[in-house]
C-alpha cells in the first residue's frame, strides 16, 4: 500500500504538473521522511504553500524556483515547525485556519497542559483566516480550503484543478500521527471520510511522493485505524504504556513514544464514544479498561 520510493534532490524545484512546483527541505527524518514539501503555484504570480521550516538554505531554494516572481499569498496546511516558520518571510499574506489551538475540541482543551510531541509553532499567526470551503485566487490559480483537523486542529487542504495539496493528512509513505492534545483521532477520522466523499484524483502531501490513487488509501486508513482500535480494545485493561508494547511488539524502540501517542489518541476517541473509561480524568498515566 506505502509507497516509499522517493529520492527527491534537496532544495531543487521539481514540476509536477502544470503551474506546480515541489521543492524539499533538508530536514529528512523519521517523521518527516525524505523532508518537508514546499509548493509552489501559479506561473506569473505564485502561492507558496507550506513555505516549510526555519532554514536558510530551504528559503534560498524557495527564491530560486520562485524565480522573481510576484509571491500573491502564503497558504499554510498546519502549524508544526516544519511547515510553517518561513511564512513570514515572504513580503505576502499568510492565510491559514488560525493559530496552533485553532478547532481544538473541548476534551482537547482540557490537555493543553499534556506535549503533543511534535514541534508547534507557537508563534504561527496568519493575516487571513480560511473557513472550511473558502476559495482563494490569483493569477491564473484557484483553491479551495478543505478544513480536515484530526493531525492537528488547524489542519486545512487545498484543492486546486488537478489535485488536492493534502499536508500530512494523507500521505502515500506512511500513515499519518495523531498525537493529543493537538491531534484528535476523533476529528482525523471523520476528515478521511471527508476527503472520501470528495473526487481529487490526486493527492500532493507535505511529505514524500505523489499519491496517485487516494480513495484507496483513504479506505486502508480507516480500515487500519478500525484494526488498531479492535487491537487496543483486546489489551485492556492497562496503561498506556502496556497497551503500546502489546499492540507494537515488532515496532522498532525509537518509535514507541510516537506509538504511545497513538493508542493515547484512540483511548480518548474510545471514551468519547462511551467505550472505555479512565480511572479518572482522561490522562497520559491514567489505567484504561473496557466499559460494561
Known amino acids: 500500500m506505502f509507497n516509499t520510493e522517493h529520492t527527491p534532490e534537496i532544495g531543487v524545484a521539481k514540476k509536477l504538473t502544470d503551474g506546480l512546483l515541489v521543492v524539499t527541505a533538508p530536514n529528512a527524518s523519521p517523521m518527516t521522511f525524505t523532508g518537508t514539501q514546499s509548493y509552489i503555484l501559479g506561473d506569473s504570480e505564485v502561492a507558496v504553500i507550506d513555505p516549510g521550516p526555519n532554514d536558510p538554505a530551504h528559503f534560498e531554494a524557495l527564491k530560486r524556483a520562485i524565480a522573481g516572481r510576484p509571491v500573491s499569498h502564503v497558504l499554510v496546511t498546519h502549524s508544526h515547525i516544519d511547515h510553517s516558520p518561513l511564512a513570514q518571510a515572504f513580503e505576502a499574506p499568510v492565510l491559514a485556519f488560525g493559530p496552533s489551538g485553532a478547532g481544538m475540541s473541548e476534551v482537547m482543551q482540557g490537555l493543553v497542559e499534556l506535549d ?6 507557537r508563534d504561527f499567526k496568519p493575516d487571513q483566516l480560511l473557513a472550511d470551503g473558502d476559495i482563494v485566487t490569483g493569477a491564473g490559480w484557484a483553491v479551495e480550503a478543505v478544513h480536515t483537523p484530526g493531525h492537528m486542529s488547524n489542519h486545512l487542504c487545498f484543492a486546486f484543478e488537478g489535485g488536492l495539496l493534502s499536508g500530512d493528512h494523507v500521505m502515500a509513505w ?119
Request: glycine fraction near 8%; charged fraction near 25%.
Open 174 to 292: 506512511s500513515t499519518t500521527l495523531v498525537s493529543p492534545p493537538d491531534g484528535d483521532l476523533t476529528q482525523f477520522m471523520a476528515s478521511l471520510r471527508k476527503l472520501q466523499a470528495r473526487n481529487d484524483t490526486r493527492y500532493f502531501p507535505g511529505h514524500g511522493p505523489v499519491l496517485e490513487d487516494p480513495q484507496a488509501m483513504l479506505a486502508y486508513q480507516i480500515a487500519h485505524r478500525q484494526a488498531r482500535e479492535t487491537q487496543i480494545l483486546e489489551a485492556l485493561p492497562g496503561k498506556i504504556s502496556d497497551i503500546t508494547t502489546a499492540v507494537y511488539s515488532d515496532l522498532d524502540s525509537r518509535l514507541l513514544p510516537m506509538a504511545a501517542r497513538n493508542v493515547f489518541s484512540h483511548l480518548i476517541d474510545l471514551c468519547q464514544r462511551g467505550k472505555v473509561l479512565c480511572n479518572g480524568p482522561i490522562r497520559f498515566d491514567g489505567r484504561f479498561e473496557l466499559v460494561d
Open 116 to 121: 503533543g510531541g511534535e514541534g508547534i509553532d
